[in-house]
């Protein structure tokens, strides 16, 4: 074949040598003969030059001229010595350069190689020491590392003595170039005389089956008996005449029929030569993608065998038939033909064209590994067999593509029809045979790379598959949320490609380099590479690279999270780690990827995980469990989870967006949990799912007015169970009291790092107060709409802080502020002087020297109203500034009721506290003025001291003056009582507002003190003021009490008084009666006297001294600053009723003994 070496009788001969004795065989001639087309090129060849500096025979023949000064005037022509281009010599710098670097690289792989090699240390007994005192280690790896220095020591030694045999040729490079030409001429001359031989050889071969004429026995004998030849012999040779055109063109169509009618009547002709065409003398059979062949007879009988006339192979790229080898098929296929006929031909050219087509499948796999597949292809063949493995750098199992021909005796048992061999191809993927290959093939067109390039294709549409398969069953590519594309082709790898899209921004293209088998990612990142990289390490390309794409693809999500954060408020908590375990119970399933966010607002309470899993990304609102959790794995609940959407662009906006959003879920969560632990009903709508739109629900509540159980303001513990007038109309739990209030979030102040809560809720005051307080100066967070009558508060507090207590106090306050001008403006005789943002200047009434006012504030919080009365010195009511405000912080009614019951107790009480005022400040105890003697007629025979109990009762203690007690008490005691009275609220049946006037009780419990000095004041009381029935009198009379109506208290006031002071009066003038005539006698009080009955008791009050004795006269006590009789106030029930709720029936005097039992007041 082409690029063969000379041959001789069969056998390849090298350059410079010759056959010993040629033998004539016909292939001889045959393979001279493509030898002779495609001659080799020669090389420049330096084996025959001088070696160790030995001068050439040019210069040994310039130093003998005198024996030679022939051949030095002859050179050879200038065609010789220039065959050789001076383009084709290397300068001798670049030689050197060369090998001094290659010498450097040899020494320095050397040196690595040496250090990888440990020699360890032999014991000193097994040392033995060289002449130069140093140790001779014989160890194997110490002679191994100095067997390879020698080795390496002798190469380059060898290397560069060869190079200075180069420079010292260098010197001479015009006679070397020279001897050079020469040497190619001389084996160009020596080819073409082998090619003479072979020719000749080949002429030998030919004409053993020449025709020759009988040997020229006359001839001979002549010369045998005289030695010579008279005359020469003539051969009688007639040269044939060349036939004419018409003769030709009648042998022809001879031909053709004899052609027709031998073919139509043979019965061997195989099927597949049926297809032919007669033409010219000869039949040509078509085997497509094969041969054609040309085949005709050599007469008309009917014996007469076909013999072949040409034959050419119909398919590209064909190889070139020499005439000679053309020769030998020929002789073979008509040797074929007369052993089995036409059906052997075919089956002896069949062979030959799927030879020729396996030969030339191996050229161009050859050509291939060599070119642009180096070191990707390992093409062996194995008798038959051409085997070509691809991919070999794969760490998985072999690939190779196998094409041989087959018998057909596999096909022809399946389909029981005869077959031929045909050319097969097997395809072993990973050791393992795969029927299911599908080739394309031109069968006319051989091409080895499209082969293969289909092969690898299938292969990399399989690998894909399995990629894409394993892919598409992870909820996000099987919910369509993420975008996955396969592209397939099973012809050109190059357009097999998986394409998966990670994020809203960020798609990647997996492909297979149909070269190397190695998996190719794009865009080209270094993440990208690196995950390559790991991917082409991988054994199972399908499971563990879906593993890494899941992987990167959560990568790739936690990178745009961490870049979209970059300038919010969230802090990244790069060392606070939950443990898998931890993980695995929070999330549900294990995470590839997780980040611990916080916002500065935050406590250290909540935190935000935003987590990457092969199923999603998802972000988790968790909150520290409470400190006495003992159980590790439940450190966290998990308050709100959602999917991160992955066509949402996560950008700084959307995580400014989720920070208000969380926010406002932590705001809603906290305050449902306050509610939660106090057991307190509210209404919170399912929180809706964040996204660009959103609207957070609102916390409703109802608010009783009259009991804020979750309120800051609690009630006082020192509450009186009295209140101002029991006439509330709106019971405690009453609609009217009820507010039903809505808590929406109302974002962050980012100055104040506090968290807005709005809450709304509506108001039944009239439009009118509330246009006027819109108008005022109100609290910067409260606002109120009078159409419809709306109240908005605002609050501020941490995120971590529930809101509610501090929109219930605001509400309160808002409550109070509205209620006390809505009643100021329905009660009568009110006028509203003043008002600010929490207190309010009214005038109720109005006399000749002064107006008396009252000024109300209402302080934020918990933080009881403050009550000032004006004129401090003449308003009555300043006495019961305390108890008012008790009764207004403490009662349990609305807030409404409490104000319009205080504002009313204000007229209903003025009659009442300006005579007590009036009877303090003329009669009260007053040591400076008892010092000062005044005229007999000026003296003053009582002395009045005032308790207030409370708002609605009073109690009167009327004394002796300290001069006036008897003998056995101190000069400078305090004055012994007289008589001790209530003061009480009643309410009459026609619900009119009365006094109930009665002697205090003289037992109570433990507690025993009589009422009056002696039974017969009790007894002169009860007959002129308690059952006075005459009808003149001003009071109603009731037995043991009297009542009388609340605006006008002050007639059956000054009657008792009246009948107090004339019985002083008398008490006063007896005893001095009796001390004249006894002067020191101590007796026993007569009936009338006012120690009677009372010996047993000291005088005085028979007890501590009263705090209020201690203050300046003429003013009334407090009860702040008021000793009580051994007890307080304890109401049974509200006056006004008996057992059971209902209302006092119309006997006077049951209802005042019922009174007397409902209210027990113990006093001093």
């Not at 191809?425 to 290959?437: F, H, N, S, V, Y």
Request: contains cysteine; glycine residues 4%.
């Amino acid at each position: 074949m082409n690029g063969e070496r000379p041959t001789a009788n069969g056998d390849r001969i090298a350059n410079d040598s010759g056959p010993s004795v040629p033998d004539s065989t016909p292939e001889v001639g045959l393979k001279q003969a493509s030898l002779s087309q495609n001659p080799l090129q020669p090389s420049v060849d330096n084996t025959h030059a001088c070696e160790n500096g030995d001068v050439e025979p040019s210069q040994r023949a310039s130093d003998n001229r005198g024996n030679n000064a022939s051949l030095q005037s002859e050179e050879a022509p200038s065609e010789i010595l220039q065959l050789i281009s001076q383009d084709s010599y290397l300068p001798m710098a670049a030689l050197i350069n060369r090998a001094s670097q290659s010498c450097w690289n040899c020494l320095s792989d050397l040196v690595t190689q040496l250090a990888s090699m440990p020699v360890q240390d032999l014991p000193p007994e097994q040392t033995k020491l060289l002449p130069n005192g140093l140790p001779n280690n014989q160890s194997k790896a110490n002679l191994d590392k100095k067997d390879r220095i020698l080795k390496f020591s002798n190469d380059q030694k060898a290397d560069f003595i060869k190079l200075l045999v180069l420079l010292q040729w260098s010197k001479n490079v015009e006679e070397v170039s020279k001897t050079i030409s020469i040497n190619y001429w001389l084996m160009k001359r020596r080819e073409a005389y082998w090619n003479a031989i072979g020719s000749m050889a080949l002429l030998k071969q030919e004409s053993s089956g020449f025709q020759i004429p009988n040997p020229d026995l006359k001839t001979a004998a002549e010369v045998l008996s005289r030695g010579r030849v008279l005359n020469l012999p003539r051969l009688n040779y007639i040269p044939q005449k060349d036939l004419s055109s018409r003769q030709i063109l009648r042998v022809l169509r001879s031909l053709d029929r004899a052609l027709s009618v031998k073919l139509a009547l043979s019965d061997d002709l195989p099927p597949q030569l049926r297809r032919f065409r007669i033409h010219d003398g000869r039949a040509t059979f078509i085997v497509p993608n094969e041969f054609e062949l040309d085949v005709s007879i050599l007469g008309e009988r009917e014996d007469s065998p076909f013999r072949m006339v040409d034959f050419r192979f119909s398919f590209q790229p064909h190889p070139h038939i020499s005439d000679s080898l053309h020769s030998e098929i020929e002789l073979y296929a008509n040797a074929n033909i007369d052993r089995d006929g036409l059906k052997g031909c075919y089956d002896f050219l069949h062979e030959l064209a799927l030879s020729y087509k396996l030969a030339e499948l191996h050229k161009q796999a050859l050509d291939l590994a060599r070119n642009q597949w180096a070191g990707n292809l390992r093409v062996e063949l194995i008798r038959r067999n051409l085997i070509v493995q691809y991919w070999p750098e794969r760490q998985l199992g072999k690939s190779w593509i196998e094409i041989g021909i087959a018998s057909g005796r596999e096909k022809q048992k399946m389909t029981k029809v005869e077959s031929s061999p045909f050319l097969e191809i097997k395809w072993m993927r990973q050791g393992k045979r795969i029927d299911a290959l599908q080739l394309h093939l031109n069968d006319a067109l051989l091409c080895f790379e499209d082969v293969l390039r289909q092969v690898i294709a299938q292969h990399t549409t399989q690998i894909l598959d399995n990629i894409y398969d394993k892919l598409i069953l992870t909820p996000l590519f099987a919910n369509s949320e993420l975008f996955l594309e396969q592209s397939l082709s099973f012809e050109q790898p190059e357009n097999c490609l998986l394409t998966l899209e990670l994020s809203h921004s960020s798609d990647l293209q997996l492909k297979i380099d149909p070269v190397t088998g190695l998996l190719v990612l794009s865009p080209v990142t270094e993440r990208t590479e690196r995950l390559q990289y790991e991917a082409n390490r991988v054994q199972g390309v399908t499971d563990d690279v879906v593993s890494k794409l899941l992987n990167y693809r959560c990568s790739i999500m936690e990178t745009n999270v961490l870049v979209g954060i970059l300038g919010t408020c969230w802090e990244v908590l790069r060392s606070f780690k939950l443990s898998q375990t931890e993980a695995r119970a929070l999330f549900g399933g294990p995470v590839s990827r997780m980040n611990m966010l916080r916002q500065s607002l935050w406590t250290l309470d909540y935190t935000l995980a935003i987590t990457h899993a092969p199923d999603g990304d998802h972000w988790w609102l968790l909150q520290q469990a409470s400190p006495g959790t003992t159980n590790p794995q439940t450190r966290y609940r998990v308050l709100r989870k959602q999917r991160l959407e992955v066509k949402e662009e996560l950008s700084s906006a959307y995580f400014d967006r989720l920070a208000e959003y969380l926010m406002g879920l932590i705001f809603l969560e906290r305050n449902a949990d306050f509610f939660r632990e106090r057991k307190e009903k509210f209404d919170l709508r399912p929180l809706p799912t964040f996204g660009r739109h959103y609207e957070l629900p609102q916390i409703s509540f109802d608010l009783d007015m009259a009991r804020p159980s979750f309120s800051k303001q609690s009630i006082p513990l020192a509450a009186s169970s009295n209140t101002l007038l029991q006439v509330a109309k709106n019971p405690p739990n009453s609609p009217a009291s009820q507010k039903g209030i809505k808590v929406c979030f109302g974002g962050v102040d980012r100055s104040t790092n506090k968290v807005r809560a709005v809450a709304q809720y509506h108001h039944q005051a009239s439009s009118s107060v509330l246009r006027r307080l819109e108008k005022s100066v109100l609290d910067a967070g409260v606002s109120l709409n009078p159409d419809d009558k709306t109240v908005v508060l605002r609050v501020t507090t941490s995120i971590a802080e529930a809101a509610i207590p501090k929109i219930v106090d605001k509400a309160m306050d808002v409550e109070k502020v509205v209620s006390t001008v809505e009643q100021i403006h329905r009660l009568p005789g009110l006028r509203l002087k003043t008002i600010s943002n929490s207190s309010f200047t009214i005038a109720y009434h109005k006399e000749a020297s002064a107006e008396l006012e009252l000024r109300i504030g209402f302080p934020s919080g918990n933080q009881e109203p403050q009550l000032e009365f004006f004129p401090s010195e003449q308003n009555p009511h300043q006495f019961l500034a305390a108890q008012y405000t008790k009764l207004i912080a403490a009662s349990r009614g609305p807030f409404a009721t409490r104000i319009r019951d205080f504002l009313t107790s204000l007229t209903l009480t003025l009659p009442l506290l300006t005579y007590l005022q009036k009877l303090q400040q003329k009669h009260g105890l007053n040591l400076d003025a008892q010092q000062q003697k005044g005229p007999p007629e000026q003296e003053d025979h009582l002395r009045v001291h005032i308790l207030v109990r409370s708002a609605t009762a009073f109690a009167i203690q009327y004394f002796a003056p300290a001069g006036q007690a008897p003998k056995d008490v101190k000069a400078d005691s305090q004055p012994h009582m007289l008589a001790r009275l209530e003061i009480l609220h009643h309410i009459n049946v026609s619900r009119k507002p009365m006094w109930l006037v009665r002697a205090a009780l003289e037992e109570f419990q433990s507690y025993s003190r009589p009422s009056y000095s002696t039974p017969e004041l009790g007894a002169k009381l009860k007959q002129e003021i308690f059952t006075r029935s005459d009808g003149q009198s001003k009071w109603l009379a009731l037995d043991k009490a009297a009542a009388c109506m609340a605006d006008q208290p002050e007639p059956l006031l000054q009657a008792m008084h009246d009948h107090l002071w004339e019985w002083a009066k008398m008490a006063k003038a007896s005893e001095s009666n009796v001390s004249n005539t006894q002067p020191f006698t101590k007796t026993k009080a007569g009936p009338g006297h006012p120690n009677a009955n009372n010996a047993n008791m000291p005088n005085g009050t028979n007890s501590r001294p009263s705090a209020a004795m201690k203050g300046p006269a003429g003013k009334m006590q407090a009860p702040g600053s008021a000793i009580p009789n051994g007890a307080n106030v304890k109401v049974q029930r509200p006056p006004g009723t008996i057992p059971g709720g209902r209302p006092m029936p119309p006997n006077h005097k049951a209802t005042a003994n019922a009174a007397q039992k409902q209210e027990v007041i113990m006093l001093d």
